[in-house]
């Protein structure tokens, strides 16, 4: 069974660009999360969805960054435009919804660095 | 302050030794967890756990809910244990909305 995949790993882009990230969840996990860590700090949860749908996006930094997940299976996260602060890596993870012991899977991350 | 405190930030042991790793947090939680991340690797998930103590092989994890305290060990450390350690809770919210340690970066020496 694949585990949660992220594409790009790594991303160099300049100030005031774009960037796309992609998560691939586990096959039939609802529940997808985003998280981000910047250098020298904690990660930090940015948002969760269950299936298509934003559960909690108390996390998001700013109107910059824009989660989706069109039917349920992969989301994106994009970033526009990006900021020299937005620089670090974005993680995401996946889990089955409804059990009681919600055991998460991670990706590898994609390094994102902002020049 | 952070609501979720590892110590030690970085810890080295030799081959065997017995090594104990802490997690104190300030919040309300429905629980904890302990994570792996490898050098350039992704991060694993090791426990998850919201009273009592969980086992698997060498590891141990602990939770004292009313110190809100957890404790992390591994027994007879390996070189292959080196990675750093995550602890990190789910205060409200869902289970994966959670608040991270800064992590703790455990080095075993052969």
């Known amino acids: 069974e694949a585990g949660v995949t992220q594409f790009p790993s790594h991303s160099v882009i300049e100030k005031g660009q774009t960037v796309t990230l992609r998560c691939d969840p586990i096959s039939g996990h609802d529940n997808l999360y985003w998280y981000r860590r910047v250098m020298g700090k904690e990660i930090k949860f940015l948002l969760h969805f269950v299936k298509e749908s934003k559960q909690d996006e108390s996390g998001m930094p700013n109107n910059r960054f824009l989660a989706e997940r069109t039917g349920g299976t992969y989301s994106t996260l994009k970033v526009q435009p990006a900021e020299l602060e937005d620089s670090g890596v974005y993680f995401c993870?996946?889990?089955?919804?409804?059990?009681?012991?919600?055991?998460?899977?991670f990706g590898s991350g994609t390094q994102l660095s902002v020049l | 302050k952070n609501e979720v405190e590892q110590s030690p930030q970085n810890l080295t042991a030799q081959e065997g030794e017995f090594i104990t790793i802490n997690c104190s947090y300030s919040v309300g939680i429905s629980a904890l967890h302990w994570l792996q991340q490898h050098p350039g690797g992704g991060i694993v998930s090791l426990f998850m756990l919201s009273s009592g103590k969980k086992k698997h092989g060498r590891l141990i994890a602990t939770i004292n809910i009313q110190e809100k305290h957890s404790s992390l060990h591994i027994t007879a450390s390996h070189p292959r244990d080196s990675a750093v350690y995550i602890c990190a809770v789910s205060s409200g919210g869902s289970q994966g909305n959670l608040i991270f340690g800064k992590g703790t970066k455990l080095s075993v020496k052969p």
């Open positions: 993870a996946s889990s089955q919804w409804g059990e009681a012991n919600e055991k998460l899977f």
